[in-house]
């Protein structure tokens, strides 16, 4: 699953915003329960592992100069919630990045 959100901040806005609130990505995965882990191997990238449902997800969140890049690798058993989480993302994401 791959959600595009576009922004107009500059990219080390978007990188403090992202590290001071990562510990609230777990609040918006649908199922309650879950569980995030994150790492910045790169400035500009950050990783997921994610446990939610009883299941194993990662994903990375990739920032560019006008746009961050969700990418989560969604298991079979969860795409019928692809739209959901896809929808939630996006919104989220944009209220994160608005100037």
Known sequence: MRVPISHT???EEVRRRLR???HEIAGHIPGGMAQVDTEWPSEDRMTLAINAMGQQLSGVIDIEDNQVVVDIALPGALSFFEP???SALHDRGQ???AP
């Open 9 to 11: 901040l500059p990219r």
């Open 20 to 22: 001071e609130r990562s």
């Open 84 to 86: 959901v989480v896809s």
């Open 95 to 97: 209220k994160l990045l």
